[in-house]
């Protein structure tokens, strides 16, 4: 048997083991140009920031995977200050005394409004937090004000306490309806929507940012945890912390999903510093 035979024989014999063994990362990240880059590139430029704005998808494992890594990541090089949108302003007294050791994992599931999925997903945030001294911000305003203000618009906070007031951004907040954010939300929504729903959206934006530069100070890195959503296009959370503080050094990462993640697609370029790009059919976590 002629050796080019037999190498014919062994290529076809080991073809499907090749193919099986092909890469199958479980995420690609991107710069806002598109273009691959290290997991090790994007820490060594975010680390150098004031503030990191941190866009998940709620329910993408890989986006709470890599917060505790990114946390993790730049906690080597920088003094760490911790927030996220999923815990509310009026229960910061709970999980302030839960990182002090004052009360159990179960009194702050009892005293706390937390997330569904906060055992598996933010959980492990919190628990770095406290492991490491570290202060956590509950950066967002209690739910059921930026109802108020989907209803009734910003002028329905006005009847609130003065202790409800404290929860949130100063009054009045600064509002501009032709952010492409703020509109698109009332596109997606046709014959639904109202004026007031995109306030409601800046309500949460604008007090998320007002909490950051409450806790954050020179020669510290805040790192926000938020949906996607309150940090792309550099508007929201990002429009309003450079609204107060206009020469902080803000790094925004994106998580999108896409049915091939081998390039970043151009509706999803230029939405942050860094796209964590993950398949479209990944588990959920809900």
Request: a positive charge.
């Amino acid at each position: 048997m002629s050796k080019a035979l037999q190498f014919c024989i062994v290529f076809f014999l080991f073809l499907p083991a090749m193919l099986l063994a092909k890469d199958k990362p479980a995420y690609r990240l991107f710069n806002a140009q598109g273009k691959e880059v290290s997991y090790r590139k994007m820490i060594k430029q975010i680390s150098q920031q004031d503030v990191v704005l941190i866009g998940e998808l709620h329910n993408n494992p890989i986006s709470h995977w890599l917060e505790l890594e990114i946390i993790q990541s730049c906690f080597l090089h920088r003094n760490l200050v911790l927030g996220a949108e999923m815990f509310e302003q009026d229960n910061q007294g709970a999980l302030s005394a839960y990182l002090a050791g004052k009360i159990s994992a179960k009194g702050l599931d009892s005293t706390a409004r937390l997330w569904r999925n906060y055992k598996t997903d933010y959980a492990p945030l919190v628990n770095f937090a406290k492991e490491n001294h570290l202060k956590f911000i509950a950066s967002n305003v209690p739910r059921k004000y930026a109802s108020m203000v989907s209803k009734g618009g910003f002028e329905a906070l006005n009847q609130l306490s003065l202790e409800e007031k404290s929860w949130m951004a100063p009054l009045p907040i600064p509002y501009d309806a032709n952010l492409p954010g703020y509109q698109k939300m009332i596109t997606m929504m046709p014959g639904h929507a109202t004026p007031n729903m995109p306030k409601a959206q800046a309500l949460k934006d604008a007090t998320m940012a007002h909490f950051i530069l409450k806790n954050w100070e020179e020669n510290q890195l805040f790192i926000h945890v938020n949906g996607s959503y309150h940090s792309e296009n550099y508007e929201g959370i990002s429009w309003y912390l450079k609204l107060t503080k206009p020469n902080i050094k803000i790094a925004t990462i994106a998580t999108v999903s896409q049915k091939d993640i081998t390039q970043l697609s151009q509706e999803n370029r230029k939405i942050a510093d860094y796209i964590i790009c993950v398949e479209d059919d990944m588990t959920t976590t809900y």
